[in-house]
């Protein structure tokens, strides 16, 4: 498949472990945030969103939490499995229509 | 609901020439994203279209432009190709871009200038 990035940070979790992924923002003035994962040979898939006047938001295995005062963005994983070996990328939204993405970071699920 | 669909998924193009890239939105969504991947400089914002209108533009050079039509298809050329265009050409889709912004991405278009 395409590698989407040679040179990603890369976590490595085993099989049934929490992974989390960290992100860093650079625009204090975001006021929404995504994660999206992509598989090899794929488009980016959406995972979840947070506002900026939350700083945390379950999903089904996932929770994003927002920290606003150090501009860090989390992604949680519980559970880890197989399936969620991909890229995954924090995206912040300004006061424009577009979205900045991160550099994105590798997660390898090992079994 | 079918989900945003890019053609062609490969090209190869040759330096100098100019390519047209297209994208279907999901139905019912206006707004229409695309953005550039490479492995050195990662997702990059190219333009957004929404009715018909580009709303907003990164900094790319002139020769990526783009246009969007009435049934919200969208169309991405670039002129003068250059080896450095080599490059996944992702594009989104979203219902309006001002609410909770979830875009959805199709699988690109793999680009390859020789």
């Known amino acids: 498949g395409e590698s989407v990035g040679l040179h990603l940070p890369t976590l490595s979790v085993q099989e049934g472990d929490n992974s989390i992924i960290n992100c860093a923002y650079s625009?204090?003035?975001?006021?929404?945030f995504i994660w999206y994962k992509q598989e090899s040979g794929k488009g980016p898939q959406f995972i979840i969103d947070?506002?900026?006047?939350?700083d945390k938001r379950q999903g089904q295995r996932v929770t994003v939490l927002l920290n606003k005062t150090v501009k860090h963005l989390s992604l949680q994983i519980a559970a880890t499995q197989p399936g969620d070996s991909a890229v995954y990328f924090c995206?912040?939204?300004?006061?424009?229509?577009?979205?900045?993405f991160g550099s994105g970071t590798r997660l390898l699920v090992r079994p | 609901k079918a989900g945003v669909t890019q053609t062609p998924r490969y090209l190869i193009k040759t330096r100098g020439q100019q390519v047209t890239l297209s994208c279907s939105p999901i139905?019912?969504?206006?707004?229409v994203s695309w953005y550039q991947q490479t492995p050195g400089q990662g997702l990059q914002f190219l333009f957004e279209?929404?009715?018909?209108?580009?709303?907003n533009k990164g900094n790319f050079p002139g020769r990526f432009s783009g246009r969007q039509f009435s049934n919200s298809r969208s169309e991405m050329n670039v002129s003068t190709l250059e080896l450095g265009d080599s490059a996944l050409y992702l594009c989104?889709?979203?219902?309006?871009?001002?609410?909770?912004?979830?875009?959805?991405f199709g699988p690109g278009t793999r680009l390859t200038v020789t």
């Open positions: 947070i506002r900026s006047n939350m």
């Open positions: 625009n204090s003035a975001s006021d929404y």
């Open positions: 139905s019912g969504h206006r707004s």
């Open positions: 989104a889709s979203s219902l309006d871009g001002s609410g909770s912004y979830e875009q959805y």
């Open positions: 279209y929404f009715s018909e209108t580009q709303r």
């Open positions: 995206a912040e939204k300004g006061s424009s229509y577009k979205l900045i």
